[in-house]
C-alpha cells in the first residue's frame, strides 16, 4: 500500500496520483486546511491519454469543503490501468490537500 500528498491548486488542474501498473486507489481523502475560507473541488479520473479536466472525465463536481473540513472518498474503489491519473482542482489555491491511498494490483 502506498500513500501520496498533494496541494490541489486553483490555478490549474492538478495531477494527485499516476499509475504505474495496474493499481486500486482504496481511499482518498480531501482535507480543506483553512481556518477561514470555504472552497469547492472538482475531481478527475482520466484514462492515459485523455486531458484532464475535461467534463468527461469528471467524477465528482464542485465538493463542497468548508474551512477544516474533510472528505473521504472510501465507498468506491477505482482500478487504474498503467498511465491513468486522478486529478483535482480548488476553487481556492492551495488550502487543499489530498491524500490518496492506493494497492498494487499487478
Given at each position: 500500500?502506498?500513500i501520496?500528498?498533494?496541494?490541489v ?6 495531477r494527485l496520483?499516476?499509475?504505474?501498473g495496474e493499481q486500486a486507489?482504496?481511499t ?15 475531481i478527475?479520473?482520466?484514462p492515459n491519454?485523455i ?13 463542497s469543503l ?10 468506491e474503489k ?5 498511465q491513468?491519473s ?21
Open positions: 500500500m502506498a501520496t500528498n498533494v496541494q491548486e486553483s490555478t490549474q488542474t492538478t496520483f499516476l499509475a504505474s486507489i482504496t482518498m481523502f480531501f482535507c480543506n486546511t483553512s481556518d477561514t475560507t470555504d472552497c469547492t473541488v472538482n478527475f479520473a482520466t491519454g486531458a484532464p479536466g475535461t467534463s468527461s472525465t469528471m467524477i465528482i463536481k464542485s465538493l468548508p474551512k477544516t473540513e474533510t472528505f473521504v472518498f472510501d465507498a477505482l482500478i487504474l490501468s498503467s491513468d486522478i486529478h483535482a482542482k480548488a476553487s481556492v489555491d492551495k488550502i487543499v490537500v489530498a491524500t490518496i491511498s492506493t494497492v498494487q494490483t499487478s
